[in-house]
């Protein structure tokens, strides 16, 4: 009677081995044709800020994570005796990576006003299924185990297959601004009056631009958000950091929103005088509700000072002509 009801209990609350190995690998393969779909929109800003450690793009972030889900949901599959354990494995790994990208998107001006809650309904939905599997009873599979030798083999040609099948998918450059002004959002409020004490990431500033969030993480960095076309972003260049200074400048140019007439502002005085800056410049699209120019000092990817008119409370007394 025990065993009766404890194998009922099996099968109405779990999966067989196989069954789950397939279930995880199909949800891997879900998760990396809605990516290659999507573009880069969906690389998560943590990996994009890996990838540019090693000098990669978005869009080879992006083929590499496809890879790595299209190996692993192939080990599901071929690894008879360890494919549930690796089963197991992705299905947490994919509910760790779903509930960080739902923080990140949870963050004070992560995402503008309108657009959060459909851009939180994937993550949150991969997040569920992944629980599901983590707490799913499973009851061992009939079968021969296979020896470690043959397990070994396996896993590097199923690696070697799916990385080159992911190096060669071609891959749309996107950002995730786009997908909020298809849902009508046409202006995306950076929110500087609460970037102090914050890093980019925390500040929702990430989600639009990854890598300043990478180029500022060690060290001291100096952030300034212009437009070349605005007197006063070339005077912040030209008296106080033309001549060179210990921090890394990073020089990030706002552009006008699509289909907008920009400002007439100084008119064409030219591009700024930066020669070492480091150049990054806003997805083009929505209106970037953010003054220019506008300074963010940091430390260790912390901003520790802001200023949009003040700039010497930040920069310092500008050095002697």
């Known amino acids: 009677?025990?065993?009766?009801?404890?194998?009922?209990?099996?099968?109405?609350?779990?999966?067989?081995?196989?069954?789950?190995?397939?279930?995880?690998?199909?949800?891997?393969?879900?998760?990396?044709?809605?990516?290659?779909?999507?573009?880069?929109?969906?690389?998560?800003?943590?990996?994009?800020?890996?990838?540019?450690?090693?000098?990669?793009?978005?869009?080879?972030?992006?083929?590499?994570?496809?890879?790595?889900?299209?190996?692993?949901?192939?080990?599901?599959?071929?690894?008879?005796?360890?494919?549930?354990?690796?089963?197991?494995?992705?299905?947490?790994?994919?509910?760790?990576?779903?509930?960080?990208?739902?923080?990140?998107?949870?963050?004070?001006?992560?995402?503008?006003?309108?657009?959060?809650?459909?851009?939180?309904?994937?993550?949150?939905?991969?997040?569920?299924?992944?629980?599901?599997?983590?707490?799913?009873?499973?009851?061992?599979?009939?079968?021969?185990?296979q020896n470690a030798l043959s397990s070994a083999v396996l896993a590097i040609v199923v690696f070697t297959i799916m990385m080159g099948v992911a190096t060669r998918l071609p891959v749309e450059n996107t950002v995730k601004t786009e997908a909020f002004a298809n849902q009508g959002l046409t202006a995306v409020d950076l929110a500087f009056e609460s970037w102090k004490g914050r890093t980019f990431a925390d500040a929702g500033v990430a989600k639009h631009l990854p890598r300043l969030t990478a180029e500022t993480l060690e060290g001291d960095a100096i952030v300034v958000f212009y437009n070349p076309k605005c007197g006063h972003c070339h005077e912040v260049f030209d008296r106080w950091l033309a001549k060179g200074r210990n921090e890394k400048i990073i020089a990030v140019m706002v552009p006008a929103a699509d289909g907008a007439l920009e400002a007439a502002g100084d008119g064409d005085v030219g591009d700024i005088n930066c020669p070492t800056c480091v150049r990054l410049e806003l997805p083009k699209g929505p209106t970037w509700l953010i003054t220019t120019p506008s300074v963010a000092m940091l430390k260790d990817g912390v901003i520790r000072c802001t200023a949009d008119k003040d700039f010497t409370s930040c920069l310092g007394a500008p050095p002697a002509p």
């Open 1 to 145: 009677m025990s065993d009766a009801t404890s194998s009922g209990r099996s099968f109405s609350l779990g999966l067989r081995e196989i069954h789950l190995r397939f279930a995880v690998a199909c949800l891997l393969v879900g998760m990396a044709v809605l990516q290659w779909n999507g573009g880069t929109s969906w690389l998560p800003t943590w990996l994009a800020n890996v990838g540019l450690r090693f000098e990669l793009n978005g869009a080879d972030s992006l083929r590499v994570l496809i890879g790595l889900e299209l190996t692993a949901a192939g080990l599901c599959v071929v690894l008879r005796s360890l494919g549930a354990k690796v089963a197991w494995g992705c299905a947490l790994a994919t509910a760790f990576v779903s509930l960080a990208e739902l923080a990140a998107l949870n963050a004070p001006g992560a995402v503008a006003a309108g657009a959060g809650a459909s851009a939180m309904l994937v993550p949150a939905i991969v997040l569920a299924i992944a629980v599901l599997f983590l707490v799913t009873k499973t009851s061992p599979s009939d079968g021969p185990r």
